[in-house]
């Protein structure tokens, strides 16, 4: 918390070997940093050598550069790039499964609705809703729904795509 | 196979081959339970395989070798504690860039991951201290990953590669083609910087009056000298260097100002001080030539010549850069470059020089310094120095003036205490022909002493000065110079008689404790034809200067010793 570097969020596509040990590789340059790892997720693509990885993570502008460099530089790592909002479509899914009464049932409902989450589940009295869209509205449900009784909560990290022509 | 009746062969064998493809002349190491079947193929091979007696032995001599000779080193050692001991020598051949491809073997893959006898995850510990690393699952791989780990070791910026081989692997039957293509899309090597960035760099070196070379390993590495000496000889700049830097322009050169940083000359640190542009040619800005990047070269530009992309502003914000092979950058640089006026400068250098000269003073005693003077002028300069860390190290690359990159070793990144006597034996094996001299601390050698079995099975005649000042003369310095000269850690009391530890085993043992009979001894030790250990009992609390405190700017450089000494 001592750290007075400007904190921005960034989000990291790797493009990388689909080999063991290069998740361990690429998470050891962002800790070695001291850059925390927010969200990650790795993936296969269209050609079964390679995977991608997808990191989102908190850091100043400067140790992000350094972190990109350092991450390029590994062998099992074909291409790192940060991705701004602008070039890119980004998407997240959320699993939220809340406990509710007769009473809340019926708002939960009514808020999912509005961001066009998805009731998926309904057990005893346990829902669980899903929600799929950008970072900022997953978390703007999700700040709404903590008011009735979310027991759990599962988020599948963000993706991002390259829009148009670029390769992501 | 089908067809023809091919010798059914093992991973073994296969690898071996691949090793003598390599054109490897020596592999330095231990063998262990799972190598055996790897030991065995050795048997018949070209390759001579040296046994050590410690694997931290084995990888600082391939070490040594790797860097007289410009060839990757190779060094073997067994699962678990044969591999965990090689960490300390991987760790310094990464911190200084070193190609050095490392065996090891590991349990057989069934038991991967089980805890079985011996095994160590030796990918896991040296992930961070490697450029890269394999583990060998598969028999019909081997001949792809020696291709690329020889390939990854030794270009770009090079480093160490492990391949981690399970005996399973070692034994099965081999049913590949040996001819295979490496396949590595992640790994581009840079070599001629951008067209664009070079013309940038010669536009800002127009306007300089007082420019300053730093030269670093990656010029050495490089093998750069003759781009480096074209490049201050038309521009008349001087040239200050790193400690791994020496020699990537000639030390003995009119233009040299020697070594820059913590202990370096006075009037490098002068330089730097009062440059107006520092080109740094294949160096990382690092804490020992630069404590403190807020007073670094205040209001010079900055200019930075380096293969690794990721140096590139990583401590020092360069005004231009330019990624790419030294000796390449170099040779576009020089044909954009016109002749600076440099002379008023160069008098303000020279006068420098004159002012604050490196001296020492023997009149309390012999001291470290006197003795590496003396084996430089004996040696006229010619020969190969490996020298330890501490107090040793410092003063080697002050008086030691080195004209080739290549007859310098030193522990820079890592300062490994240790490597210097076995890092000989390496370069002795790599250069049999050239007159090798390790200096030693006493503390240090004591580290890795057991590689004199080594040295004297294969009547290495490498010099082996040992100085010994009674302490932990480094960390000794700093506690009288920082805490009050009190000693706390640092007294090495109980010593052997090392000329008798020589003798021991079969080494002629001479021994140096005064000022006067100093250089006839050395002069004895470097004629002589075989192993010598030259045990020197020097002035215990004699210090290095000029020094400047850690995390100081060169603003702060003490010249001498403060006046008020206890
Ligand atoms: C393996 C290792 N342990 C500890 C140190 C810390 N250290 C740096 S210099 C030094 C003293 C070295 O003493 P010696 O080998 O006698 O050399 P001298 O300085 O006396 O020439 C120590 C302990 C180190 N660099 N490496
Ligand atoms: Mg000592």
Redesign the interface.
């Known amino acids: 918390m001592a750290n007075t570097d400007k904190k921005d969020i960034h989000t990291i596509s790797f493009l ?2 689909n080999k ?2 290069v998740l ?2 690429v998470a ?1 340059a962002f800790a ?1 940093r001291g850059f925390n790892i927010d969200s990650l997720v790795v993936s296969p693509t269209t050609n079964a050598k390679f995977s991608r990885m997808t990191i989102t993570a908190q850091g100043s502008p ?1 140790t992000l ?2 972190i990109i ?2 991450t ?8 790192a790039e940060e991705h701004s909002e602008k070039e890119t479509i980004h998407r997240e899914l959320a699993l939220i499964k809340l406990k509710h009464t007769p009473s809340t049932k019926p708002i939960i409902l009514k808020q999912a609705e509005k961001f066009k989450a998805k009731l998926i589940s309904e057990e005893e009295s346990f829902l669980i809703i899903e929600h799929l869209g950008t970072t900022a509205q997953l978390d703007e449900l999700e700040a709404i729904l903590k008011k009735y009784n979310v027991v759990e909560l599962v988020r599948s990290g963000k993706l991002v795509i390259a829009k148009g022509r670029d390769s992501t | 196979m089908t067809d023809k009746q091919k010798k059914q062969i093992t991973g073994s064998e296969v690898l071996i081959k691949c090793l003598e493809n390599q054109e490897v002349e020596y592999a330095f190491g231990i063998p262990g339970g799972v190598l055996i079947p790897i030991f065995d193929k050795l048997v018949n091979s070209k390759i001579k395989f040296i046994l050590t007696r410690h694997e931290q032995g084995a990888i600082h001599m391939a070490d040594g070798y790797a860097r007289v000779t410009g060839k990757p080193g190779v060094a073997i050692a067994t699962s678990g504690p044969g591999a965990t001991n090689l960490v300390t020598g991987i760790m310094t051949a990464h911190m200084d860039s070193i190609p050095i491809v490392i065996i090891t073997g590991q349990v057989v893959t069934p038991l991967l991951g089980k805890d079985a006898f011996q095994e160590a995850d030796i990918i896991g510990i040296t992930m961070p201290i490697v450029k890269h690393s394999y583990l060998v699952k598969n028999v019909n791989d081997i001949p792809r990953i020696i291709k690329e780990a020889f390939y990854i070791a030794s270009t770009g910026r090079p480093g160490p590669v492990l391949v981690d081989i399970p005996k399973d692997v070692s034994t099965d039957i081999f049913a590949a083609d040996m001819d295979q293509e490496m396949d590595i899309p992640g790994y581009k090597v840079p070599a001629k910087g951008d067209k664009k960035d070079i013309e940038r760099m010669a536009g800002i070196l127009k306007g300089s009056k007082k420019p300053l070379l730093l030269v670093g390993h990656g010029s050495v590495i490089s093998s750069a000298e003759k781009e480096v000496k074209a490049l201050a000889e038309k521009l008349r700049a001087p040239v200050v260097s790193t400690l791994l830097g020496k020699g990537g322009f000639p030390e003995s050169h009119d233009l040299s100002l020697g070594m820059l940083g913590m202990h370096g000359t006075a009037y490098a640190n002068k330089a730097l001080i009062n440059c107006d542009l520092i080109l740094s040619i294949g160096s990382r800005w690092d804490d020992r030539i630069n404590g403190n990047t807020e007073e670094f070269c205040i209001g010079a530009k900055k200019l930075h010549i380096d293969i690794d992309e990721a140096e590139i502003g990583k401590i020092v914000k360069a005004d231009s850069y330019v990624v790419g092979d030294a000796k390449l950058v170099l040779r576009d640089l020089i044909k954009l470059i016109e002749p600076l006026d440099t002379s008023e400068w160069l008098k303000e250098c020279e006068y420098y020089k004159k002012q604050f000269p490196l001296k020492y003073d023997n009149s309390k005693g012999l001291t470290i310094p006197y003795i590496i003077d003396e084996i430089y002028h004996l040696t006229k300069g010619k020969a190969i120095v490996c020298t330890d860390v501490g107090q040793n190290q410092m003063w080697s690359a002050q008086f030691y003036k080195i004209d080739d990159g290549k007859d310098w070793y030193s522990s820079g990144g890592a300062g490994t205490m240790g490597c210097g006597f076995p890092a000989a034996v390496g370069a002795q094996f790599g250069r049999p022909k050239d007159i090798v001299v390790a200096i030693c601390g006493d503390g240090g050698f004591q580290m890795t002493i057991q590689e004199l079995s080594t040295m004297a099975i294969h009547k290495l005649p490498v010099k082996v000065f040992v100085m010994d000042n009674k302490y932990l003369g480094m960390v000794r310095q700093w506690q009288e110079l920082f805490f009050d000269n009190r000693l706390s850690g640092v007294d090495l009391l109980g010593n052997p008689d090392f000329v008798k530890v020589a003798e021991g085993y079969g080494i002629k043992g001479i021994n140096i404790n005064d000022v006067k009979h100093a250089r006839a001894r050395i002069k004895e030790a470097l004629d002589y034809k075989g192993p010598v250990l030259i045990h020197c009992e020097v002035h215990k609390e004699y210090n290095v200067f000029p020094m400047i405190p850690a995390g100081k700017s060169a603003f702060h450089m003490m010249i001498d010793p403060p006046k008020a000494k206890k």
């Open positions: 990388v070997a063991p040990g361990v590789r050891l070695k400067e550069e350094q460099k350092q390029s530089k590994l062998i099992d790592v074909i291409r």
